[in-house]
């Protein structure tokens, strides 16, 4: 019906955003937004502001930004980051621009409210919370903001004795799962991610090859591709040009190294997680190890992990069936098994903030 509730979940990321509507609908792009440098420009896009991989494509003739990049999301203010005014509020901009079009994307009923669940980072500070909801005014009535990884293991019905571990391209969040809705002190957000191991593989790649052009999007892309923890017995050899000629380069070493990067961190945090808990609550939780996010589609990434947490008495780790919508679709879930009521308070509590505004 065009005048009933539309239920969104939502997933926020740096570097990407993905939402679930009630409708059916689903949709998932870059986060990042641009404006045409100039009218040739805008005549030559077509559009006054462009989204996702678009902005990447048609970089050259674009002013862009990633709203969320940076750790803006989870433990900066665009202020501490030292942007100026003027830029703070272009990624404010951004940001509402790119919620809106995410939304419009997932089709919500044109006349009804949209109510909407947002995961964020685990340990993301009130400030950044502040940010989130501002960017969520104008396309919801209503919205409740849920950790990310708490959203993931709602979707996979992993609510008890289950350690979520997301894995993004800004940091790797954490989150304990015991029947009920997790704790702020139960959960860790490391500042580390698949941006790291892109830095990692695009310094290593130059090092060895300096005269090799080579872009930060082709080097993720290359990790994607090819990106493995532990030993392979196949070699990646890429093709790249070298003062202008085509040349093979085998890269097996350095995505070896840098992938391996993310390995440490994440033994540690474990570790350290799971000893605040019981012993039993310790066993449970090594042995039940879920991966979301994109880092999670690493090869072998499971399988190191499980090895590295052996002398802790762990682990099984499994990674979730959909790592680019677990998370939008667990606070889609969320969202439609709120009750009426509470959503309700939120419509009254936004509704006084709007007139605050006003
Ligand atoms: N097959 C793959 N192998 C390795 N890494 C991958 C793969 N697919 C995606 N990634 C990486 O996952 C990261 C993006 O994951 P995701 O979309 O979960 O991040 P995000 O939610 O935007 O970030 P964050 O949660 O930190 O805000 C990128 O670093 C990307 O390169
Ligand atoms: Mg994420």
């Not at 969320?68 to 901009?93: A, I, M, P, Y």
């Not at 009804?112 to 960017?135: D, F, L």
């Not at 860790?188 to 090092?207: H, Q």
């Amino acid at each position: 019906m065009s005048n009933s509730i539309t239920f969104i979940g939502m997933d926020l990321g740096t570097f990407r955003t993905s939402a679930v509507s009630s409708n059916g609908h689903q949709a998932e792009l870059e986060t990042v937004v641009g404006w045409p440098k100039d009218h040739i420009a805008e005549s030559l896009l077509g559009k006054p502001v462009v989204y996702g991989s678009e902005v990447i494509e048609h970089r050259m003739s674009l002013d862009f930004v990633r709203p969320f990049g940076h750790g803006v999301l989870k433990f900066n203010s665009h202020t501490e980051r030292g942007l100026d005014e003027k830029q703070v509020e272009k990624h404010r901009k951004a940001a509402r621009l790119l919620v809106d079009q995410v939304v419009s994307q997932v089709e919500p009923n044109p006349s009804g409210p949209i109510y909407g669940v947002v995961g964020m980072p685990s340990r993301a500070t009130i400030v950044n919370k502040e940010m989130v909801i501002e960017a969520t005014r104008s396309a919801f009535d209503a919205v409740m903001l849920v950790p990310e990884p708490f959203a993931v293991a709602y979707s996979a019905n992993r609510l008890s004795e289950t350690l979520v571990v997301d894995i993004g391209a800004g940091t790797i969040d954490l989150c304990p799962m015991f029947g009920t809705f997790p704790n702020d002190e139960d959960q860790l957000t490391i500042p580390f991610g698949g941006d790291e191991v892109d830095e990692e593989l695009y310094n290593r790649i130059l090092e060895a090859c300096p005269d090799a052009r080579i872009s930060k999007k082709m080097v993720r892309e290359i990790k994607e591709k090819h990106g493995f923890v532990g030993t392979t017995e196949d070699h990646v050899v890429i093709s790249l040009p070298v003062k202008g000629k085509p040349t093979d380069i085998d890269i097996t070493e350095h995505i070896k190294h840098a992938c391996a990067k993310l390995l440490p961190p994440i033994v540690e945090c474990v570790v350290e997680l799971v000893a605040r808990f019981e012993p039993e609550f310790q066993d449970c939780l090594l042995n039940n190890i879920l991966l979301g996010g994109g880092g999670s589609q690493l090869k072998g990434l499971p399988e190191q992990l499980e090895i590295a947490l052996q002398p802790y008495g762990g682990g099984n780790v499994r990674r979730t069936h959909d790592s680019v919508y677990a998370g939008a679709t667990g606070a889609l879930k969320l969202a439609m098994g709120m009750p009426m009521e509470y959503w309700s308070k939120l419509e009254n509590s936004r509704a006084v903030s709007k007139a605050k505004a006003a």
